[in-house]
């Protein structure tokens, strides 16, 4: 979903915010259209190329949203961390916006290490929380360590080549933070002699890219050759698993952070007025100061009110000023019940992938300043046609990088043979309101659909 969180620094001032915030009571009912209205949105696997993983990781699943006879295809790939269903209701709501499009949301191959058999369960809590779940062991998957960007390109050209139905359908292929980052070297990658962008009839960079998009974060990208090296080194003595989202506190596995997350989001979707399962379980520096709500608790966890980077939260609202179970009141751009949906999930799609392969951070960060370079080539990155890289491409930014995703993007455009390219921004947005924000307020698809509607 996002990119490393303050690169890999995260909290900060984070605890304080929990004890200063206030509001009204009562979740609102989320925006946009009915599921009914958008028609079927099945979730299919895709078979791809041996990766030396467990029986069954080798295929990457398709979150289809929109009419299967559209004539264009919408390819999302999530950010660092996220996965399918960050796009569900984006894509319900550009569907709605855009006659003739489908919009596919990728899993990566990592998702089928994830044990979300309990939110099928009464009580998600009890098998996640103490323990009962099957956790990826990171001594015995050796197999994550090569599970880096040419193994997640391979797979995604799977993914691009089936939308295009042998040359029937456009696709546009598009992504949110480090995905966005992942369709750029996809477009400039060599596959045999065949570049990426032929494949595409356009790209869509949401709050992500490449050439130091997300340098306005302050957060350097560690990708000197020293950098590179101690990285490989640590992967090659078993963290093959990133363990950014551990620093938020929720715990020490890879997978920890991301559960109390969909834990929150299941129980705030199920039961939004019911005092919070959750809240008497949570590390105490975490642990909401009055007792609230599942939906204030989710709120707690996800409004940029409480003091969470910008890259893991948005503007929602706030906490009841009263009451002795303090709900939550919509007061921003994004309704907490849209949240509640996508993080809620279900044993699949989810909203966050539980294990990120270390391997993979490496190889997008050398991947930063696209170029074939020396560096790049020793990983095997075949950034081979950055320069000759041809069609129409929209960027969008949010406040997270302070301007460098559009001004980067820019950069990439005159050093490239695109014809042209749609820059937007909304400042008044955080890095994840673009993808459950209310579709009234949701600059995003204001500016994106005419942009895929007047695609030729």
């Known amino acids: 979903m996002t990119r490393p969180l303050s690169r890999r620094a995260l909290l900060g001032a984070t605890v304080g915010g929990l004890a200063l915030a206030s509001g009204l009571s009562g979740p609102a009912a989320a925006a946009g259209r009915p599921r009914s209205a958008i028609g079927p949105e099945p979730y299919v696997p895709l078979a791809v190329g041996a990766g030396g993983g467990p029986a069954g990781t080798d295929r990457v699943h398709v979150l289809k949203v929109g009419p299967d006879s559209a004539h264009t295809v919408l390819v999302l790939v999530p950010g660092f961390f996220g996965a399918a269903n960050d796009f569900r209701q984006l894509a319900r709501d550009l569907v709605a916006s855009v006659p003739g499009v489908q919009v596919w949301a990728v899993d990566r191959r990592e998702e089928n290490l994830a044990d979300r058999s309990g939110f099928a369960t009464a009580d998600p809590a009890a098998y996640y929380l103490d323990g009962h779940y099957r956790s990826q062991d990171p001594a015995a998957s050796a197999f994550a360590a090569r599970w880096g960007l040419s193994r997640t390109l391979e797979d995604l050209d799977t993914v691009v080549r089936t939308a295009s139905r042998g040359g029937r359908r456009r696709v546009v292929l598009g992504g949110h933070s480090w995905g966005a980052t992942t369709a750029m070297t996809y477009a400039a990658w060599d596959f045999d002699g065949r570049p990426g962008h032929r494949e595409l009839t356009a790209l869509v960079l949401v709050d992500g890219g490449v050439r130091g998009a997300f340098g306005g974060t302050g957060d350097p990208i560690h990708n000197t050759p020293e950098e590179v090296r101690e990285r490989l080194a640590a992967i090659d003595g078993g963290a093959v698993f990133d363990?950014?989202?551990?620093?938020?506190?929720?715990?020490?596995?890879?997978?920890?952070?991301?559960?109390?997350?969909?834990?929150?989001?299941?129980?705030?979707?199920?039961?939004?007025?019911?005092?919070?399962?959750?809240?008497?379980?949570?590390?105490?520096?975490?642990?909401?100061?009055?007792?609230?709500?599942?939906?204030?608790?989710?709120?707690?966890?996800?409004?940029?009110?409480?003091?969470?980077?910008?890259?893991?939260?948005?503007?929602?609202?706030?906490?009841?000023?009263?009451?002795?179970?303090?709900?939550?009141?919509?007061?921003?751009?994004?309704?907490?019940?849209?949240?509640?949906?996508?993080?809620?999930?279900?044993?699949?799609?989810?909203?966050?992938?539980?294990?990120?392969?270390?391997?993979?951070?490496?190889?997008?960060?050398?991947?930063?300043?696209?170029?074939?370079?020396?560096?790049?080539?020793?990983?095997?990155?075949?950034?081979?046609?950055?320069?000759?890289?041809?069609?129409?491409?929209?960027?969008?930014?949010?406040?997270?990088?302070?301007?460098?995703?559009?001004?980067?993007?820019?950069?990439?455009?005159?050093?490239?043979?695109?014809?042209?390219?749609?820059?937007?921004?909304?400042?008044?947005?955080?890095?994840?309101?673009?993808?459950?924000?209310?579709?009234?307020?949701?600059?995003?698809?204001?500016?994106?659909?005419?942009?895929?509607?007047?695609?030729?």
């Open 243 to 456: 363990l950014t989202l551990s620093g938020v506190g929720l715990g020490d596995r890879a997978e920890s952070t991301q559960i109390w997350y969909q834990l929150a989001g299941w129980y705030a979707h199920t039961d939004p007025a019911g005092r919070s399962v959750l809240q008497p379980r949570m590390p105490d520096a975490l642990r909401p100061p009055v007792p609230v709500t599942n939906a204030g608790l989710l709120g707690a966890l996800v409004d940029a009110g409480f003091g969470w980077p910008n890259v893991i939260s948005v503007h929602s609202g706030r906490l009841a000023e009263s009451g002795d179970v303090r709900g939550w009141v919509d007061t921003g751009i994004t309704p907490l019940s849209r949240v509640a949906t996508g993080y809620a999930g279900g044993p699949t799609p989810a909203v966050w992938e539980w294990y990120w392969p270390a391997r993979l951070s490496v190889d997008l960060d050398v991947a930063d300043p696209y170029a074939d370079s020396d560096l790049a080539r020793s990983l095997g990155l075949r950034l081979f046609h950055t320069q000759a890289l041809d069609t129409p491409l929209y960027a969008f930014q949010t406040s997270y990088a302070k301007g460098t995703i559009v001004s980067a993007t820019r950069e990439v455009v005159a050093d490239s043979r695109v014809p042209y390219a749609v820059y937007e921004t909304d400042d008044g947005m955080n890095h994840l309101d673009p993808l459950f924000a209310a579709p009234a307020h949701n600059t995003l698809i204001h500016t994106l659909a005419p942009f895929l509607a007047g695609l030729r």
